[in-house]
Every structure is written in structure tokens, then in C-alpha cells.
């Protein structure tokens, strides 16, 4: 049950528009959970593109400033509020809380918390909290894609990207990878063909590898580039958007360019040519809670079993301590990462 606790916990604040630098490290009383809330120990949480994007205050719908981010965490559940069963202290759960895991210490909804598998390492678990739901639903939910097709995997070195590979290789599917020549070793061993990214023609390069087309694209960049990756469809081919990332360094607007993107998506399905695109965001449906819920323990469920099993392998970029925030900030910005940057206070 809930109680009084003078002990102090550790967050991360983003107080503004900031450089890592400016992330400020904060103490405070130890929080008791509310009726249907759990209090658990963070043991990782994500440094996702969405952080990236909302100390640039450019992420769809942050909060005001300042706040505690932390897209999702990997914890043991210390506190039960009322209501919740007691019988979840001392399991480890995994969790979707868009902002509030850059902590020692999280409140969460008892009902969001999804259990992670005996013996699974709490990073390795995190890598596929958000980044493994993100990709098991556009592939199998949107795209529906099936063994012997091809699809185009933008970012295959990051963290969606390089889950997205190897889930696509586990349903069958042959994937072509974009990436930095640096990472193309890696991008390599988890079974899809590597591409510079940065290659003047690149839709050159991919209809070398797919003449026909590719069944499906997941593109992350938005941008410009998002015509390219539109025109590789073949036939009823389907396009999945899920970001905006070549206007994170922008001046201006942070829904402009969400905008932009939804009328092209639009305007490309109205065409009676057999493709489809669209624009996934993973908190769709979230206004029917139990149906959301239920769809994200399904599907996360799914992705643990696959990483439990060895079949999925676990990218972890880095793991660097909660105090070092800015390291962990600068170093996922930075482009020279497989994988995903995991902070383990």
C-alpha cells in the first residue's frame, strides 16, 4: 500500500530548449503511488528519437517545460498504490510512459505494466520496449508483411531500424538497409543488404537489389527523401512514415513538418495506382485504453518471447549511467551508434 517515504530519488530534468549539457540532475522525496499506480525501480529507460526531439522542442506533443523525460523503462516494481495486486512488488515489468523514466525511480499506471520474461537483462529488455512494439506493428499490423517479399529498412543501424531487419528476416522477408558505410558490417550480420544512405542515387542502388520494387518501406526521415522511398513501391506496395527526422536540427514549427507529411500521405492514397501509405504513430487508439493496452501487452509480449528465445537480438549502443545523461544524450545524437543508447541509473 501507499505510505510516507523521506527517501530521495534521482530524475532528469529538461528545463528548455537546452544543449545535453543543460539537462539538469534533480533530488526529491521518493513519491508513493496512487490508487492503480506502481512505484518501480528503474533499471533502464531509452534515449530515443523522441527525447532528441523534445529538447529541441520539436517533438508533436511534449509537455510544457520543464519535465522529466523518458519515453519507456524496464524496472522492478517496488510499491503497490491501491487497488493493484501487492503480488507485483518485486516483478520486473516493462512499460510505455512517453515522458518520466529518466529516473531512479517512476510512477506508472499498474495496468500499463507488461511483464518482462525470467532472465532477460533489463537493457537488452528496454532496447525492445518502444523501439521492438514500434516495429512488431508496422510490420505485422500495417504492412502485413509476408515471407518472400522484399522491404526497405531506412536506418537500419538504429534502434527501430535494426529490430525492424530482424524481425523482417524472422517473417521471411529479404530487406535491403540503408546506412553510413560505417555501420554496414553490422547492418550486415543481422541479415539485410546495406545501402549508403548518402548515395547520390540511391533509388538507383535499391532497384539494383529490388528491380521490381520493394513491398514495403519504413521510413523514419520524412523530408524530401520520402518521395524516393514512395516511388520503390511496387504494386501494392505500402509505405510506413514514422517520423520526421530530417527536420530535427529545423528552425521553425514541430507540427509543420508532421503536417506536411500527412497531406503528401494523403494526397499518394488517393492515386489509383494500388499503393498505400501511412503515418504510424504508436499511441494511435490510446482513447480506448483497454483495447490500447491490451494491443501493446499482446504485441510487447510477442517481442520479449522472440528476444527470451535468442531469436531476437538485443542492440545496445551504450549503457551509461543515469548521472551521465548528457554523454548518453550527445552520444545518441551523434550518428556513430548500432543500436540504442540505454541509461541505467
Known amino acids: 500500500m501507499g505510505r510516507q517515504s523521506t527517501e530521495q530519488i534521482l530524475e532528469v530534468v529538461l528545463p528548455g530548449v537546452v544543449e545535453p549539457d543543460g539537462l539538469e540532475l534533480r533530488h526529491r522525496d521518493r513519491p508513493s503511488p496512487a490508487a492503480g499506480q506502481a512505484l518501480v525501480r528503474v533499471e533502464a529507460s531509452g534515449v530515443s528519437f523522441a527525447e532528441q526531439q523534445m529538447r529541441r522542442a520539436k517533438y508533436y506533443d511534449q509537455p510544457a517545460f520543464p519535465f522529466v523525460p523518458g519515453y519507456d523503462v524496464v524496472g522492478t516494481v517496488v510499491e503497490a498504490g491501491t487497488g493493484v495486486d501487492p503480488a507485483l512488488i518485486g516483478g520486473r515489468f516493462a512499460a510505455l510512459t512517453k515522458i518520466g523514466g529518466w529516473a531512479s525511480h517512476a510512477l506508472v499506471d499498474a495496468a500499463d505494466l507488461v511483464p518482462v520474461p525470467e532472465g532477460v537483462d533489463p537493457a537488452e529488455a528496454e532496447t ?35 529490430t525492424l531487419v530482424q524481425l523482417a528476416r524472422l517473417a521471411g522477408a529479404r530487406v535491403v538497409g540503408t546506412a553510413s558505410p560505417r555501420h554496414h558490417d553490422a547492418v550486415r550480420a543481422l541479415g539485410a543488404a546495406p545501402v549508403d544512405y548518402r548515395d547520390t542515387d540511391l533509388p538507383a542502388r535499391v532497384r539494383e537489389l529490388a528491380p521490381d520494387g520493394v513491398d514495403a518501406v519504413f521510413d523514419h526521415v520524412g523530408g524530401p527523401g520520402i518521395v524516393d522511398s514512395y516511388r520503390l513501391l511496387a504494386p501494392r506496395g505500402t509505405l510506413v512514415a514514422y517520423g520526421t527526422a530530417s527536420t530535427r536540427d529545423q528552425e521553425g514549427s514541430s507540427r509543420l513538418p508532421v503536417l506536411k507529411l500527412f497531406v503528401r500521405l494523403l494526397w499518394w492514397n488517393a492515386l489509383p495506382n494500388g499503393r498505400t501509405t501511412t503515418f504510424f504513430n504508436i499511441w494511435a487508439g490510446r482513447r480506448d485504453a483497454t483495447k490500447f493496452r491490451a494491443r501493446v501487452t499482446r504485441d510487447l509480449g510477442a517481442v520479449f518471447a522472440l528476444l527470451a528465445q535468442g531469436s531476437l537480438r538485443a542492440q545496445v549502443a551504450a549503457r551509461v549511467p543515469l548521472e551521465q545523461v548528457a554523454d548518453a544524450m550527445r552520444l545518441a545524437e551523434s550518428g556513430t551508434v548500432s543500436g540504442k543508447v540505454v541509461l541505467v541509473p
Open 128 to 162: 525492445v520496449v518502444v523501439n521492438g512494439l514500434t516495429a512488431w506493428q508496422m510490420l505485422h499490423g500495417v504492412a502485413k508483411v509476408a515471407a518472400g517479399q522484399t522491404v526497405l529498412v531506412h536506418g537500419a543501424n538504429g534502434g527501430v531500424g535494426s
